[in-house]
């Protein structure tokens, strides 16, 4: 298949700039895997699609405040870096805002501390090797880091971005994005759930900049995804077995979810503990084997994200169901509303 059959048109304007004004109130497309058929219901009735055998798995990795700004020394030039990967105490892979102007040993200091970075590497993908002046680097973000929000959301962060552009149940910090399925849940709602007996299992995928990166090759087969750091707990995949085998449903919250389960899923269909990097690419005609239901956002255009979403429905049916929403006018994106195909 090609890129350029998962493209489609977007209204600028429907593009979430903001969250909903209460996690619950976005709106929520509801698709039949089977015949396409699709509805519009609130999000807040998303638990009337749940059975109390079911599997409910969520993604509960953090959002660091992986974005800072500085000057450069001794000229005093804006420098902005967005942190990517870590690779050792006090060293990360970073892109830099005006990368071409920041040569091998250009020193930056950070603004809001007395700390500085160093540019040590060049990476052939065009990020940088950064080395701090102190090894606590999460604990410098906390203090004057800034949330990394996506380049489509065409404003700085605000103090409401540092609630909202999390889920309430984060509990592991390494993301630079959000796994967006999650912020329409709150904690009232998750409460409900598990009261149902849905069992919620929670797993951990390290949300990277790749998720925002176009796909530079027109044939699928060709394109070579971006690796994510993850971890399946030994409880988290008995419970997922035990739902299944005594007929339960898993309903994947995100595409990061669908990423780690399909990563762990073994040649029997069962799915196995596991922790390392994923470099899984999904797309048709594949067919997920771990996950029954999937709720999602709505994805870019020719994204890998909306390749793995159309791995759950023909693609021509994932598509209408977009026009469906874009007619409807519901909102894309991080922020927007979602889907739930089932």
């Not at 380049?151 to 700085?156: A, D, E, N």
């Not at 399946?232 to 007929?247: F, P």
């Not at 994923?278 to 999937?294: C, E, H, Q, W």
């Not at 977009?322 to 519901?330: F, G, L, N, S």
């Amino acid at each position: 298949m090609n890129v350029s059959d998962f493209d489609y048109d977007l209204p600028e304007e429907l593009i979430a700039q903001v969250p909903a004004p209460e996690r619950r109130a976005s709106r929520m497309l509801v698709m039949s895997r089977t015949t396409g058929d699709c509805e519009v219901r609130k999000f807040a009735e998303f638990a009337e699609y749940l059975h109390p055998t079911d599997c409910l798995v969520l993604n509960d990795t953090r959002v660091i405040l992986a974005r800072i700004f500085g000057t450069k020394v001794p000229t005093g030039g804006a420098v902005e870096a967005l942190l990517t990967t870590p690779v050792r105490d006090g060293v990360w892979q970073a892109m830099l805002k005006p990368g071409r102007r920041l040569p091998l040993g250009s020193r930056v200091a950070i603004t809001g501390s007395d700390a500085e970075f160093e540019v040590t590497g060049r990476n052939p993908a065009g990020t940088f090797e950064i080395t701090f002046s102190t090894t606590a680097v999460f604990e410098l973000l906390q203090r004057c880091g800034h949330m990394p929000l996506p380049p489509y959301i065409r404003r700085s962060d605000d103090a409401a971005d540092a609630t909202r552009y999390q889920t309430v149940y984060n509990a592991a910090p390494g993301a630079v994005a959000a796994p967006t399925a999650g912020l329409h849940f709150d904690e009232e709602m998750l409460k409900q759930i598990e009261a149902m007996g849905v069992a919620i299992i929670r797993l951990t995928l390290h949300v990277g900049v790749g998720t925002f990166q176009p796909v530079a090759v027109e044939r699928l087969e060709d394109h070579v995804m971006h690796t994510e750091q993850y971890r399946l707990g030994t409880e988290a995949a008995a419970c997922i077995n035990q739902r299944r085998t005594a007929g339960g449903r898993v309903i994947a919250v995100g595409t990061t979810s669908v990423r780690v389960l399909e990563t762990c899923t073994t040649d029997d269909g069962g799915t196995q503990p596991a922790t390392g990097t994923t470099g899984i690419f999904l797309y048709p005609p594949y067919k997920p084997r771990s996950v029954d239901v999937l709720l999602t956002n709505f994805h870019l255009p020719r994204s890998t994200l909306l390749m793995l979403v159309s791995t759950f429905a023909r693609r021509e049916h994932v598509l209408a169901a977009y026009q469906r929403a874009i007619a409807e006018r519901m909102k894309f994106y991080s922020y927007g509303d979602c889907m739930l195909l089932v």
